[in-house]
């Protein structure tokens, strides 16, 4: 299974952005997607994320502190996360990865949970 992120680049405070992240692989059943942020000299930290409660769109949620300009959103159908920021600012300057929880495994199972990361885009926000 392979993550693939994409969306970043170099953006002009005030502005807005829009990150996607797409899963591909074998894949019986995505259980959630999340996205995290990771600024220069700090830790990595979860900014929201998507589970998959049986609809087309999960279930989303984005931690309390970052609530607010931060959006995110899924197509559970397609395997794919986004995240849009709003009124950018620059301590938004980061690398944004995005995360996915899935099971594997033959058909009638048993299935295996598994984890994985996507590369990185890195949004880099100007005054």
């Known amino acids: 299974v392979q993550l693939q992120a994409s969306g970043g680049g170099l953006v002009q405070s005030g502005r807005s952005v829009r990150l996607t992240c797409v899963a591909s692989?074998?894949?019986?059943?995505?259980?959630?997607m999340g996205w995290y942020r990771q600024a220069p000299g700090k830790e990595r930290e979860l900014i929201g994320h998507v589970i998959n409660d049986g609809s087309a769109s999960g279930h989303a949620s984005v931690r309390g502190s970052v609530r607010g300009r931060f959006t995110v959103s899924g197509d559970i159908t397609k395997n794919t996360v986004y995240l849009r920021i709003d009124s950018l600012k620059a301590e938004d300057t980061a690398t944004y990865y995005c995360n996915a929880q899935y099971s594997t495994g033959p058909a009638g199972g048993p299935y295996v949970t598994s984890d994985q990361w996507g590369q990185g885009t890195l949004v880099t926000v100007s005054s």
């Open positions: 692989g074998h894949i019986n059943r995505l259980n959630a």
